[in-house]
T-cell receptor, first 112, second 113 residues
């Protein structure tokens, strides 16, 4: 079974600052992928970034990057130059053979 | 493409009533999923399907049923609604299970009183 821990229930930063959201997970699967999804107040779930566990290189998507430490089973999300539109719940989600397992989320607020 | 659509957007049920949440995707995805999200929590998998005619239980299947007669549709049936089923329900679909992004519908907010 997969478990996910997001240890920061809430975070708040000023616009343009850099923020890092933490995630640790446990899985018995050898081949898996890791995702970060955001859920803004609209409630829509939106993919932020994806990491393939067999790749050592950390994924990057514009202002979003991850720090993937496979041995430590850690998958943190860094948001650079944060913007007001980044305000949302962020969920870490490892995916094994067929299923995503979601963490409890981190509520991120970007202040003007 | 509309993506993943869900109906209704909101619903209030009385205890013991039944209803079906509809989910349709127009991306020809084989995999479809139903999740529930309780307040302040992440999403929990209720049921999933890897193709028409094939369904399997997720983490929290009790009180729900599903069917998958077509690639496009994956309805979720609530029998004998209970207050514990008050939640937001999301349907999602993906092309391939493990490495593909899941595309989510807008959700259905269900209240059972």
């Amino acid at each position: 079974a997969q478990t996910v821990t997001q240890s920061q229930p809430e975070m708040s930063v000023q616009e343009a600052e850099t923020v890092t959201l933490s995630c640790t997970y446990d899985t018995s699967e050898s081949n898996y992928y890791l995702f970060w999804y955001k859920q803004p107040p609209s409630r829509q779930m939106i993919l932020v970034i994806r990491q393939e566990a067999y790749k050592q290189q950390n994924a990057t998507e514009n202002r979003f990057s991850v720090n993937f430490q496979k041995a430590a089973k850690s998958f943190s999300l860094k948001i650079s130059d944060s913007q007001l539109g980044d305000t949302a719940m962020y969920f870490c989600a490892p995916q094994g053979a067929q299923k995503l397992v979601f963490g409890q989320g981190t509520r991120l607020t970007i202040n003007p | 493409n509309a993506g993943v659509t869900q109906t209704p957007k909101f619903r209030i049920l009385k205890i013991g009533q039944s209803m079906t949440l509809q989910c349709t995707q127009d991306m020809n995805h084989n995999y479809m999923y139903w999740y529930r999200q309780d307040p302040g929590m992440g999403l929990k998998l209720i049921y999933y399907s890897v193709g028409a005619g094939i369904t399997d239980k997720g983490e929290v299947p009790n009180g729900y049923n599903v069917s998958r007669s077509t690639t496009e549709d994956f309805p979720l049936r609530l029998e004998l609604a209970a207050p514990s089923q008050t939640s937001v329900y999301f349907c999602a679909s993906s092309n391939m299970a493990s490495r593909s992004e899941q595309f989510f519908g807008p959700g259905t907010r269900l209240t059972v009183l």
